[in-house]
């Protein structure tokens, strides 16, 4: 991975993660640290459920369909945990 693609994911991990942290509530929760964790988490259940539907779901950069993958998957991420936990989605 080059320093691009590092950067790549970090923007787009902290846009997908603060959208996703504002859809579920969590904004006052959780810090640029953890949007940036919760959205490239998200990148990765994002693309593998794009891929189950064969939607494609590459997350190949700074672009809108990378940033909705993630968000989508952030999205899942933080009811899945907000479900476990049974209080807030913050890990």
Known sequence: MDGMSLIAWLVVGAIAGWLASLVMKTNREQGLIMDIIVGIVGAFIGGFIFDALNLGGDVTGINIV?????FIGAIVLLAILRA???RSAVP
């Open 84 to 86: 476990v936990s049974g």
């Open 66 to 70: 990378s940033i909705l993958v993630a």
